[in-house]
């Protein structure tokens, strides 16, 4: 019994030791700053996707055949059941308005992560 009451104090002790912070930092690196303008490993990830996808997109558009194949073929998959999700959601009316725009963003965030 006297063991486990001063298990309970030392590991009561443990638990309320000087905090030790874990984990990635708020703020974003800082990379450079050039003209004053500080650049992140954000933005930079940013960058590098979204060249990645123009690239793919110019790849994928490059050549394009009735009976679609390899990145053309993943291409539009991805646009039409991206297109049929969201008409299931908003509506045809609305999608045919506003698709570029939740395509676009859901196609990046997802080439992002």
Same mark, same amino acid.
């Given at each position: 019994?006297?063991?486990m009451i001063i &298990?309970?104090f030392?590991? $009561?002790?443990?638990?309320f030791a000087?905090?030790?912070?874990?984990? #990635? @930092?708020?703020?974003a690196?800082? =990379?450079?700053?050039?003209?004053?303008?500080?650049?992140t490993? @954000?933005m +930079?990830?940013?960058w590098? +996707?979204a060249v990645g996808l123009?690239l793919?997109?110019?790849?994928a &558009?490059? &050549?394009m055949k009735d009976v679609?194949?390899?990145?053309q073929?993943?291409?539009?998959?991805?646009i039409e059941? #991206?297109?049929s999700?969201?008409?299931?959601i =908003?509506?045809?009316? #609305?999608? $045919?308005?506003t698709?570029?725009?939740?395509a @676009? =963003?859901f196609?990046? =965030?997802?080439a992002?992560?």
């Amino acid at each position: 019994m006297i063991w486990m009451i001063i &298990t309970f104090f030392a590991l $009561d002790a443990v638990a309320f030791a000087a905090p030790e912070e874990h984990g #990635l @930092s708020q703020k974003a690196v800082e =990379i450079a700053r050039p003209f004053g303008f500080p650049i992140t490993n @954000s933005m +930079v990830l940013m960058w590098i +996707v979204a060249v990645g996808l123009i690239l793919f997109a110019q790849i994928a &558009t490059r &050549t394009m055949k009735d009976v679609p194949e390899g990145p053309q073929n993943f291409l539009e998959f991805l646009i039409e059941a #991206l297109y049929s999700f969201l008409e299931g959601i =908003i509506g045809r009316h #609305l999608v $045919d308005r506003t698709f570029w725009f939740f395509a @676009s =963003i859901f196609i990046f =965030i997802l080439a992002a992560n």
